[in-house]
């Protein structure tokens, strides 16, 4: 089952060539070009650039080049022929929008540049080797990295960046030029509210110049609604891939390995564990749904009736299990609401429900359970034993 | 004694805005708490906190000239984050909670390192809070689910807590105190400065440690346990072990990571460092009974 396991949600991850006009803006060069999506555009962009060129497909996702999104042309008509096949292929699962057509550069390094948030810090990483086998060659050699930690208000100082290109041998020709890459890619991180922002390559030219080839930019999404500009270069919506069905509103999460059991639970964290356990005794949670949202927009009863529904119409759940621990919230009433959405227990149900349900008001919410016929579980293990069971038998 | 949240601590709340802090304020008067104020951007109905004596303040400056507060609860929306904070701390408040969530991660690192900077506890973002129960509640957690006692809890996740506590009340365990750090990649306080806490409180015998999968806060809390000899029992479960880890976008997260963040590479830097790792939330109460005799 694949969770999204990013506790701030998700990073809205650029195309390229709108990172590359956020890098122009902040001084970084990148070599000239233009973003075309089809023959017209193509030819367009051609009265303005050299005959030796790049076209690289616009699509979010990583492993571009190894997946064919790249190609080279030495003339217009080869350039054609290479938009015509990049706009008809799919890379990596995703369809071409649009292409970036650059000169293609000549370069004697390729190295590496980025900026990260980790551990609670900003780090800008440099390196000594970059291009896309950056991940292997820093494993091997965990040197061909050197991160430093910056001072969110001041920035990187001056000392730690000759440090770092000392350590990384670079020329002292070029040091200005990374200093300035250095300080504008703490400058757009802080801007533009970007979580990671990566150059690779980042290309050494002769004469202590630089130039980005590459640019990948993701954005805290969580940061989304106060960079408005930043938002609007959403990639094409229909080919980033969405999030999981949703169902009156409730985001339901299947697993893809298959499993028996329906969850309704409260909370992200309890949920996995839950999963965990239920897996650690040789069964499955077939698909679970987290109830915090309706519960927190008032709407416990829809949400938790819609859920029942969509768990009984699922021909692969046996059982369904519904964990409530809060504290937030009143228990007692959840268990009104769910009462409601449940009905008395008369035997009638589809499918077995099992019921573990704690916190505050428990008293009164074991009152409202027993008039309506339904036991609650004394712990969790009694609970998750009952609904392996059900889901077997 | 407990950690943090004593029977004698005074409590600010800001962001009572927030429906949420509204029941929370209710809630941590039913415990007994006290609240020594109400920070309120907006005037709206106070009335209601008047009637229970409590005063609301149109600033955390303003409220700290009337009231002396040792602790602040942070409601505030994600934007205002950052200033509330920022404005606590410059307040003189030493032990900030904030139980905002979606904070936008660079306002997370710009408030963890201006706390850090003055000496100041911050626990948070998207932390559930903190409770001593039988002292004070500064937080969701609710003495429904626990008892008083002698094992400190250290949590990423509320709703992870709030089983792994009710399970230890089933099992006739109870604890001195529960911090939630909250699960964000990047928090204000992370395991070890509680572990340093309840390793230097008389009253917690034993230690709770409750993870999940991705970040480096478990692994980072196995290198504390044994370099800073913390010689108190540890007990810890992490979550996710049935989950394939995520992906993460570019090589800087993957360089970053490598060979951190996934459940095996957790749970084997905690049992190295002499940490009893459970496999599942009810063997918690069953390894602190063994633990304890």
């Known amino acids: 089952m694949r969770l999204d396991l990013s506790p701030n949600g998700c990073n809205m991850l650029l195309l390229e060539h709108y990172g590359k006009t956020l890098f122009r803006k902040h001084g970084v060069p990148t070599p000239i070009g233009a973003v075309v999506r089809d023959d017209s555009s193509l030819s367009q962009a051609l009265l303005s650039l050299p005959p030796r060129l790049v076209l690289k497909a616009q699509i979010a996702t990583g492993g571009r080049g190894k997946g064919g999104g790249i190609a080279f042309a030495e003339n217009a ?31 004697t390094r390729e190295r590496y540049a980025g900026i990260v948030i980790e551990d609670g810090e900003i780090r800008l990483l440099f390196g000594r080797s970059g291009g896309v086998d950056v991940e292997d060659i820093t494993a091997a050699d965990p040197a061909n990295i050197v991160s430093i930690a910056v001072d969110p208000i001041e920035g990187p100082a001056v000392g730690q960046l000759q440090d770092c290109f000392a350590r990384l041998d670079y ?14 890619l703490f400058a757009m991180s802080c801007a533009y509210d970007a979580t990671m922002i990566e150059i690779n390559p980042l290309a050494e030219l002769p004469e202590g110049r630089l130039l980005a080839l590459d640019a990948r930019v993701a954005i805290d999404d969580a940061a989304l609604d106060r960079q408005p500009d930043i938002a609007a270069m959403q990639p094409h919506p229909h080919i980033t891939p969405r999030a999981p069905n949703t169902f009156a509103g409730l985001k339901f999460r299947e697993n893809t390995e298959g499993g028996a059991i329906g969850l309704i639970g409260l909370g992200g964290g309890l949920n996995v564990a839950l999963m965990d356990w239920i897996a650690g005794t040789g069964s499955k949670v077939a698909a679970l749904v987290d109830i915090d949202e309706a519960i927190g927009s008032g709407q416990a009863q829809q949400g938790l009736a819609a859920a029942l529904e969509a768990f009984d119409r699922n021909p692969s759940i046996r059982s369904i299990l519904i964990n409530i621990i809060t504290c937030g919230y009143r228990l007692d009433e959840i268990v009104a609401s769910l009462l409601l959405a449940l009905g008395p227990n008369t035997g009638q149900r589809a499918k077995p429900v099992i019921l573990h349900l704690r916190g505050n008001g428990a008293a009164r919410a074991q009152q409202l359970l027993s008039a309506a016929g339904w036991t609650n579980s004394p712990s969790i293990a009694a609970a998750i034993e009952a609904a392996v069971a059900a889901a077997r038998s | 004694m407990a950690i943090l949240a004593l029977a004698e601590t005074r409590i600010l709340v800001h962001g009572i805005e927030n429906p949420l802090a509204r029941f929370q304020c209710d809630e941590m008067l039913r415990h007994g708490t006290k609240l020594t104020g109400i920070v309120a951007a907006e005037a709206g109905n106070t009335e209601h906190w008047r009637a229970a004596n409590i005063p609301v303040f149109q600033s955390v400056r303003d409220a700290m000239t009337w009231v002396r507060a040792d602790l602040s609860m942070v409601f505030s929306p994600p934007y205002a984050v950052k200033s509330e904070v920022s404005d606590a701390i410059a307040a003189g408040i030493p032990i900030i909670v904030c139980l905002t969530e979606h904070v936008p991660l660079h306002d997370a690192v710009m408030i963890r390192h201006v706390a850090k900077r003055a000496g100041v506890t911050l626990i948070g973002p998207n932390s559930s809070g903190v409770m001593s129960p039988g002292r004070t509640k500064a937080g969701f957690f609710v003495e429904d689910i626990c008892w008083p006692g002698n094992v400190g809890v250290i949590t990423k996740s509320g709703s992870l807590a709030y089983a792994v506590l009710a399970e230890m009340k089933s099992a006739g365990i109870g604890i001195s105190t529960v911090v939630a750090i909250g699960g964000d990649v990047v928090k204000g306080t992370d395991f070890r400065e509680h572990l340093a806490l309840f390793h230097g409180d008389p009253e917690t015998r034993a230690i709770v440690l409750l993870g999940e999968i991705g970040g480096c806060d478990e692994e980072n809390a196995a290198t504390f346990i044994r370099d800073a000899v913390i010689t108190k029992p540890v007990v810890a479960f992490v979550s996710g072990r049935s989950v394939p880890f995520g992906q993460t976008m570019g090589h800087a997260g993957a360089i970053a990571e490598r060979g951190r963040g996934d459940y095996q590479s957790k749970c084997r830097a905690l049992a190295a460092a002499g940490v009893h790792v459970a496999q599942d939330i009810g063997e918690i109460p069953r390894l602190l009974k063994l633990l304890a005799r």
Do not use: C, K, Q, T
């Open chain 1, 77 to 107: 008509e080869e350039a054609r022929r290479a938009l015509a096949a990049l706009l008809r292929n799919r890379i990596n699962g995703h369809s071409v929008e649009s292409v970036l057509v650059e000169e293609r550069m000549v370069f």
């Open chain 1, 171 to 184: 020329a002292p020709d070029y040091w200005a030029a990374y200093e300035r890459i250095g300080r504008a």
